[in-house]
């Protein structure tokens, strides 16, 4: 019987090393919600795999989102829908990257 591979382990930075990915994604997304595409007035730093999933803080595992968003995508009535959007948004990112 093969034996289920072990997903790497989550990688939790501290808070200053967190911080400083947080400016490293706002850079990136130039202030812009990857959902609405609004500039973000409150900055929200979504895991694509949650945290309590074992998502990493690193840079491909984080998308920047407006307030509004991030608030729907963690309970609004289309919340599984942009939960995918988040990860296929973030999926296309990294694959363009490897081309």
């Known amino acids: 019987m093969p034996s289920n591979p072990k997903p790497p382990p ?3 930075l501290t808070p200053k090393k967190y911080k400083e990915l947080c400016s ?3 850079g990136k997304y130039r202030g812009i919600c990857q959902i609405c595409h609004r500039d973000t ?6 895991h694509t795999t ?3 999933q074992g998502g990493s803080d ?3 595992n984080i998308i920047l989102l407006c ?3 991030h608030k729907e995508i963690h309970g609004g ?4 829908k942009l939960r ?3 990860v296929k948004i973030k999926k296309e990112e990294i694959d363009a990257k490897q081309m």
Do not use: G, N
């Open 10 to 12: 989550r990688i939790k």
């Open 41 to 46: 007035m409150i900055p929200q730093y979504h």
């Open 77 to 80: 009535k289309d919340a599984q």
């Open 84 to 86: 995918e959007l988040a």
């Open 24 to 26: 490293q994604v706002w």
């Open 58 to 60: 690193t840079i491909e």
């Open 67 to 69: 307030f509004e968003c």
């Open 50 to 52: 949650f945290r309590s």
